[in-house]
Every structure is written in C-alpha cells, then in structure tokens.
C-alpha cells in the first residue's frame, strides 16, 4: 500500500505532533513551514521564552506518541494556582487532589523543536521558509513562497491545516467554498513581560520564592494577579524565569473598573512603557520590582489579540482538512488549545489508520466527534475568562464553588467540580461543560439564592446529588 504523501501546512505544536504520529502509523507525510527550522542557531524564536500549561489531555497524546517523559522532564510542576490580592496576600489553591493532579509548565520553543525531533526520527519531511500562499483544489495544487519570495508549485493527494488562528489553508478552502467562518474578538489583547531568576535581580528585590534557589516567586504554581476586569498571570520556566502576560481590554469603555487615575486601563490607554509602569505601580505593586527590564519589554513586545473562531465545515470532502487553532482557535484562560489540538492529532490519527483509503469519510467522522467538544471547550474558555478576573467574585458564585467542593469530597462519583474534568480527565470537553451545568443547578437549588453554606444539609444534598445526576465515569491517570 504505497499511498501518496499526506502535504501538511505548518509545524507549529499540532502540527508536529501529528505528523510524529502518522509517520509512526506509516504514513509518508511531508510538511510545509513558513518560518525557519527554530532548531538552527540565530533563530529568532530562541530569544524570548514563552510557556504554556500542559494538562492531562496533551499529555495523553504525548503518551500515545511515546513522547510524555521526555517533555516531562522538561517541565515545571504547577500544583494550582497562587492567587495574589491587592493587598499584597497571597494563597495557592490546589488543583487538584494531590500530586497526581497537576499541570505542567512547558516551553513553547522546547516543545516544538522536541515534537520536530521526534517527527524527524519517525520518517517526517520538513520543509521550512515554505509559506503556503494559495492552494487551487480543483487541480490539487498549492503554492509555496520561499523566504526571498519566490514561488513554486506542488501536487498534493490530500493536504492537512495545522497552520494556526490565522489559518492560510482555512483562507483557501473558505475562498473554494465557503466554511461558515465566524470569527469572535474577545476585545481583549495580550503582551508577554519577564521575571527573570533571582541572581538577575536586583539584590533588595530579590527574595526567592517558597525557598527556591532561583525562582523570584513559588515555582510550582500559577500565578494569578485578579483585578476585576483585567489581571496577569505568571508561569514557571525551568531556568528560574517567570513568562508574565498582561491581559487588558484593548479600548477603554466607561463600565470598565476605573483607576484612581480616572482613566479605565486598557492598551489603549497604556499606549507605552511610562503610562504602563505608572499602571503596574498601583495595580500591581509587589510584581513591578519583579521585571527589571519592564520598558524594554512592554515597548518591544507587541499586543496580541484573542478572539474565538467557529467554522461551520473543517473539511473540503477528501481533499482538505483543518486542525488545531486553524479549525477552532479559543481564548486562553483556560490554558486548553494546545490541550484541545493535541487530543484533535490522536482522534484524526486514529481515524486515518483505521481507513487509511477514506479520507472523506475519515474528515468528516473527524469533524462529528470533535467539533461539539471543540465548541464546548471554547465556551469554557470564555467563561474562565469572567472566572479568573473577578475571582475576588461574587458571593453567590462563592458559596456554590464552596458547596460544591464539599459535596465533591463527599461524593466524588457523583460531583466533580468542572475545572477537574478538563484538567485531569479525558471526559470529552461537551459532557465536562453539560455535566457542570447540571451540577451548578443543582448547587443552585440547594443554595437558594443563600449564600450560607453551613446551612445545608450535606447528608440530603448528597443522597439529592445521587438521586438526580448519574455516576461519573471513572477518572484515569497515567
Ligand atoms: P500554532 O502553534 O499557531 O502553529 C501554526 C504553525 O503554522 C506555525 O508554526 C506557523 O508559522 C505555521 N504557519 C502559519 N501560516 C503558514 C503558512 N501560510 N504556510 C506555512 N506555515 C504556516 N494552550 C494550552 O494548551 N495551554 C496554555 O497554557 C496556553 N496558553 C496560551 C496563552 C496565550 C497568550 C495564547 C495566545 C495561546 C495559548 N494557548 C495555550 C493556545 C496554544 O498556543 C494554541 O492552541 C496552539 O499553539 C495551537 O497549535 P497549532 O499548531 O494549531 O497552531
Ligand atoms: C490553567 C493563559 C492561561 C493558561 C492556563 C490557565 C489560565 C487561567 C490562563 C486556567 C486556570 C492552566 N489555566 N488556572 N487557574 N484557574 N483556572 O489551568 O493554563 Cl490565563
């Protein structure tokens, strides 16, 4: 059965990882980049260290590529989130359990070259400085620029998308027939700033976190500064370092939370590193001293913007498949894209292994299992965002979160609370979002509008917990 190389667009995570994968099934895959190989010295990539949080889905696909000890070791263990007032308190909230319940620190930079490793090893093609710049699918060709910009033309059997939120293959495939594209700004943008280890600050700031040698803050955490309606967040690097991104609105709108200085922060309004340090100052006090090179970062590193993209059709029958953030980019707040892609590279692979002849019935199959989970965690997402921010929150938000972490202790087949199921399980992402409105109903109608939860019967809410939702399926690690 010698098939026709599959023609995949971009060795981003996702990417990567399921060529890895399909080459490992014995596929012949060839892949098209647009950036240079990140593993060739004076890559640009190799400056800045950008982190990302890996949680129980990634590392399943990781498992099933054979790969998840070797990133592991690379990784910094985050036990929950440290959550940092404006009083200067702080308190870390277990994510999970115990140690079996955690999430993982990763680099992004590491991550790829890695994944690009293992790809390599497996039979993989790399073809980088490749960008993808129009595709004709009637005669099943697709342009390619080189970094100079010269062009050329190749064939391809069937082509693959795992080239990001702002997807050229999506492009081409929404300009054959349209995808149903839709396209949600969050209105809210993103910039990277670095705490760097101890022995690069500052002697009179530099008191090492929870005892550790060289991280400035506790390393086995997430860092969470929430200011009602904008925060930032730090995560471990394994150096000693902190990736620190600030999320703001971009605009500022008049229902925003104001400042003493009057204005409502937003980047608009912080358009530099003077009026930002200003900001930080009085929102931030104790994390300001923490980033020596504050103006170099916030002037030299640029917004990004988040938003949420829904495709009606992630496939063009046989022909054309997207994955990853180029079928259903999410926001990031609830740290599960990559998450999110890398359980997408073990389904199609499953599926193309199965009938290996069938592609537009493997794409299709592809598109019905994943898609209502692909739109389940995206909501998530979005609603981690409110979560997050204003987790100084509501009190009837309190006291049902409270409720049910009691009733979750007492009757853990029967209540789990959300955030578990998509960290640490491998529930698909639409029963974790069903199953927790079922629950927070519940909660509800327990609480009754109370926000005193000592006064519920524990004993009746449980046997009314048992009564009402049906078991949960068991949890499985490792
Ligand atoms: P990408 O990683 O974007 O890779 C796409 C690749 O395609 C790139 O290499 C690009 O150069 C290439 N490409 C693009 N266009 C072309 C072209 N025309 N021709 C050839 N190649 C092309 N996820 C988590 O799970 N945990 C987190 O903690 C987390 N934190 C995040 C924080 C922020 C601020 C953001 C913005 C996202 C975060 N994510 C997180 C989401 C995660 O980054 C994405 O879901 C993930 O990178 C998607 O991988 P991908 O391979 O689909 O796309
Ligand atoms: C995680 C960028 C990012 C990544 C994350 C998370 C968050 C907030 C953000 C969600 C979370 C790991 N989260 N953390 N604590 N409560 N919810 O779990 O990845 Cl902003």
Redesign the pocket.
Known sequence: MTQPPITL????????LLAQQLAQRGFAVEV????PDPRRAGSIVGGRS??????ER?LQALRAAGLADDVLQRAVMMRGRMVHARDGDSALQRYGVDDSEVIW?VS?GAL?RLLLEAAEAAGVRFHFG????ATDFDRQRIR?ADATGAERSLAFHRLIG????????RAAMNAHAPLGERIEPLGHG?K?LEIPPVHELPAAVAKTGGGHEQFALEPHALHIWPRGGYMCIA?PNSEGSFTV?V?LPNQSTPDEPRSAQGTAPSFASLPDAATAAAFFREQFPGLLPLIPHFAQDYDGNPV?Q?ATLYLDRWHLDGRALL????AH????F?????????EDTVVLTDLLTAAPDDSAGVFAEFQRVRQPNADAIATMALENYVEMRDSVADPHYLARRELGALLAARAPAHCMTRYRMVSFSHLPYAYALQRGRAQDALLEELLQGSTDVTRIDLDAAVRLLQARLPLLPPLRHG
Request: charged share 10%; glycine share 18%.
């Open positions: 667009i971009g060795a981003g995570l996702v990417g990567t098209f980049e647009k950036r950008i982190n990302l949080a890996l949680a990634g620190s992004r790829n490749q960008s993808l710049v390619l795992a080239d990001g939120a702002g997807s050229a293959v993103y990277e995560l991104t999320f990004g988040l994955l990853g953030d180029a980019a999410i926001v990031p609830h740290g599960q894209g990559m998450n999110c892609g890398f």
